[in-house]
């Protein structure tokens, strides 16, 4: 059963739900400001009519990058699975998710960098699964997810900035 790394009381990995599903690859939780804030780093694609002529396994790298890191001198390296996802597998995902929420106590409303960070890892799994079948619809999920993450950047920037704000005015 794979098992869920933590940093500072934040999972860094959503590993696979099963033995036959791809991982659900990511990497550490980004460090950054007040409330996990981080500054935008955005991964320029090249256009579309491009994209389409490479395979799905240089496609699914320029999204997912691989992972790599050195163990007692040797280099490892960690890639996405090209293995489509079965109806089970995505079952299993909701489950894992659904637990691991459950298990890492997050908040079910409000900021909360551990349930963003999970359900960053599931969308990453499930534009994983999608680019596998269809390479241009991934590549939308990715700009998708990309725009969203930046929009909750700018909300947790605006709420920290409030707070200090606030807390200025009141000792005044």
Same mark, same amino acid.
């Given at each position: ?69 050195? #163990?007692? +001198?040797? !280099? ?9 996802? /079965?109806?089970?597998?995505? @079952?299993? $995902? ?41 390479? #241009?619809? +991934?590549? !939308? ?9 930046? /929009?909750?950047?700018?909300? @947790?920037? $605006? ?14």
């Amino acid at each position: 059963v794979p098992t869920l790394s933590m940093k500072d009381g934040i999972p860094t990995d959503m590993s696979d739900v099963s033995s036959t599903s791809a991982p659900g690859l990511s990497g550490p939780v980004p460090q950054g400001g007040p409330l996990g804030t981080s500054p935008s780093t955005k991964l320029v694609l090249p256009p579309l009519h491009e994209l389409r002529k490479k395979e799905t396994e240089e496609i699914l790298n320029l999204i997912l990058p691989p992972e790599q890191w050195e #163990e007692q +001198g040797q !280099l490892w390296v960690q890639s996405v699975s090209t293995t489509p996802a /079965t109806s089970v597998d995505v @079952q299993q $995902l909701q489950e894992q998710l659904d637990l691991r929420l459950q298990d890492h106590q997050a908040f079910e409303t409000g900021i909360c960098p551990v349930r963003r960070e999970l359900y960053t890892q599931c969308f990453d799994e499930l534009i994983r699964q999608v680019t596998i079948n269809c390479a #241009e619809r +991934g590549l !939308l999920l990715y700009r998708v997810r990309d725009e969203i993450r930046e /929009t909750l950047d700018a909300y @947790q920037r $605006l709420y920290t900035s409030a707070c200090a704000y606030g807390v200025r005015k009141a000792l005044m």
